[in-house]
């Protein structure tokens, strides 16, 4: 599941989520929601991953920020 599916099936504002996730702005959250070929999409580091994690109740992890690979 990714970040946006997360926050869009729990009705969460990005402000809300950002605050939920401990990142200093909305637009921080917002640009770990979009898509991953987006230019300005994020991947959070660790710290911010790991509560992305515990919030989501392990519903999103790291594998999701990353776009799969076609061998």
Not at 5 to 17: I, P, T, W
Not at 20 to 46: F, Q
């Amino acid at each position: 599941m990714t970040l946006k599916e997360y926050k869009d099936q729990n009705n969460l504002s990005y402000a809300r989520l950002a605050k939920l996730i401990g990142v200093s702005h909305a637009t921080v959250a917002r640009r770990y929601c979009l898509p991953k070929e987006h230019k300005d999409h994020m991947i959070p580091k660790l710290k911010f991953m790991i509560a992305i994690m515990t919030v989501t109740g392990g519903a999103v992890t790291p594998n999701d920020f990353y776009a799969e690979q076609k061998w």
